[in-house]
Structure formats: C-alpha cells, structure tokens
C-alpha cells in the first residue's frame, strides 16, 4: 500500500509515536546516505583500480575483497530506509480493489513478516559477529579478520530490526483504527 505522506502514514499516529517514527526514520535516512558513501567510495576504488592496471599494469591490491565487503555494507544500509518509507515492492494486483480494512490486515501481516525475518537475520549476523571476535579467521587476499565484515553488518541489522518494529506499529495502529 503506498503513502502520499512524507512520513509513509505516520501522521495517523499519536504525537509521541509520530515523532519516535520521524526519528527513526530520520535515523535510517542517515543510513541509507552512508550506504551510498560506500558506494560511491567503491565506485572511486574500482575506477582507481582501472586506471592503476592501464597504465602502470598494477591493480589495487585486494580489490575483489574489499568491493565485496562494502558491496554487503551498501545493500543492507539501504534495507532500512527502503523497508521505513514502504520502498520495497508490492504485489497489489489482487488486492487494489479489496476493502481497505484488508489490505490494513495484509499490510500489518506482512510487516509481522518482515519484521521476524529481520529479528532472524539480525541473530544469525550477530552471532557471525561474536564468533567472529572469537576466532582468528582472516580474510584471503588482504588478510583482514572476519570481524570486520560483520561489525557493520551487525549495526545495519539492529537498525533494520527497529525500522521493521516501527512500521508494525504503523500499520497495527492504522489496522486497530
């Protein structure tokens, strides 16, 4: 269901909650604008990588594992923006003429969805997090310890847990409505 409200159908919700999800999303806007640094970052690296090997026929170092990691931070710093402002796509072909009370229960229902995926995710992340800081294991080519993947990992999940918990209250509050 898509929302013509800059707050994705906050201002339906009581002045408290209303300003915790503008800060939330606010927060997860932050995110996203970090998510497309490291794009841009890695954008940068690879063209540098590119010009290296043409003209002195010697490529960034590594450049294969480091895209991967910042490849993995830049996706799921955009899942909590995406997931706050009701980005993600939307089957509505069987269900744009249904009651609106409805598609209020299927979109309460597959934020419960969305949000146990994430608090799922964000376990089993957290857990490659701390056995992480346990272990030795390092990288291949850079020799990088395997914390360093996860760290930021870990972060953008929490936060992909808050945003989900935030949107289920958005939508149960329309529902209860």
């Known amino acids: ?8 159908g906050a201002g339906i919700l009581p002045a408290p909650l209303a300003r915790l999800h503008s800060a939330i999303r606010r927060l997860a806007l932050v ?6 640094v490291v794009l841009l970052g890695m954008a940068l690296m690879t063209t540098a990588s590119v010009i290296s090997r043409a003209v002195a026929n010697q490529p960034i ?3 294969f594992e480091l895209v991967e ?4 931070i830049a996706v799921l710093s955009f899942f909590p923006y ?3 402002t009701r980005g993600n796509v939307v089957a509505e072909f069987f269900t744009q003429s249904a009651p609106e009370r ?13 949000l146990a ?17 346990d272990s030795l294991d390092r990288s291949f080519v850079l020799n990088m310890p ?11 999940m929490v936060l992909l847990v808050i945003v989900s918990v935030a949107a289920a209250v958005l939508s149960g509050w329309r529902l209860a409505r």
């Open 117 to 133: 995926i994430a608090c799922f995710a964000c376990w089993r992340v957290a857990v490659g997090f701390h056995e992480s800081l």
């Open 31 to 36: 995110c996203a604008a970090a998510g497309g």
């Open 69 to 72: 990691l910042f490849t993995g």
């Open 146 to 156: 395997e914390w360093v993947f996860y760290g930021p990992a870990t972060v953008w």
């Open 61 to 63: 170092y590594g450049i």
């Open 82 to 84: 995406t997931h706050i």
């Open 1 to 8: 269901m898509q929302f013509s409200s800059d707050d994705a």
């Open 102 to 114: 409805i598609r209020h229960a299927l979109e309460f229902l597959a934020d419960l969805t969305f």
